[in-house]
């Protein structure tokens, strides 16, 4: 289903309605965002997904990226901001963007604000996956055992969960002081989540 332009033009100035997915690793972010691109019909970008088809084509950004990666440790700002001001530039014409796996830093929520705003959007919502480590830690690895991702091994994940602690969680204080954060019970199946997302989302388009 695609949303009505008019019925979200409150959002933002161009009717857009853009949504961060947060969380930390292995909370589902990616499998939430298939449905919620499947129901508003909104452009995902997931830095995650892009980082990895860089490693796969066997780029210089790829071979950077995964230098980074393979440690758990995030990719420097500047390579993944410009990734996304691209996609945002190239495509003006989206009804909405679900950013996956982004921002990640301070810096990175700051400069998603200031692209936006200089393409005359708005950020609607931040919906925050919430989810215990010890369920964290139990998914990351059975989806190690199918992925063949290089950072879905025990020691990897643990750096990765540093990593969020230290680095990506104070972002939930940046989007609660602008009053976009909404934080989802990510524990549970697939479904019940994502029918905790609707209801956030169905609110802001009525
Ligand atoms: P990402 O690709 O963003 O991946 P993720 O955090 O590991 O996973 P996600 O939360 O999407 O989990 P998923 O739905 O797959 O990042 C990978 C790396 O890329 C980072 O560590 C970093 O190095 C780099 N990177 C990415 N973005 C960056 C940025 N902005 N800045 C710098 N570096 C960046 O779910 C995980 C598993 O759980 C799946 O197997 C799924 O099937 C399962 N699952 C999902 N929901 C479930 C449920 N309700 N119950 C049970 N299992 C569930």
């Given at each position: ?24 690793p292995?909370?589902?972010k990616g499998?939430?965002s298939l ?9 995902h970008i997931s830095t995650g997904d892009l980082l990895r088809s860089e490693i796969k084509a066997g780029t210089d950004l790829g071979r950077l990226a995964e230098s980074y990666m393979s440690q758990g440790k995030l990719v420097p700002?500047?390579i993944v901001?410009g990734m996304i001001?691209n996609l ?12 996956d796996g982004f ?37 990351l690895?059975?989806r190690g055992?199918i992925s063949g991702r290089s950072d879905d091994n025990?020691?990897t994940?643990?750096?990765r ?46």
């Open positions: 289903m695609y949303l009505c332009k008019s019925l979200v033009s409150s959002q933002n100035k161009k009717g857009m309605l853009n949504i961060i997915i947060f969380g930390a292995g909370s589902g499998t939430q449905k919620l691109i499947e129901k508003y019909g909104l452009k700002d500047e901001i001001e945002i530039k190239e495509h003006p014409d989206a009804r909405g963007f679900i950013f921002p990640r830093t301070l810096a990175q929520g700051k400069a998603l604000y200031e692209v936006l705003e200089q393409n005359g959007q708005d950020l609607s919502v931040v919906l925050s996956l919430e989810v215990e480590d010890k369920e964290l830690v139990e998914r690895l059975k055992e025990r020691e994940i643990e750096a969960l540093q990593v969020y602690y230290d680095q990506t969680a104070p972002l939930k204080d940046y989007y609660q002081g602008k009053r976009k954060l909404e934080k989802i019970k990510g524990q549970g199946s697939i479904e019940d989540i994502f029918a905790s997302i609707e209801r956030v989302v169905d609110g802001l388009i009525e």
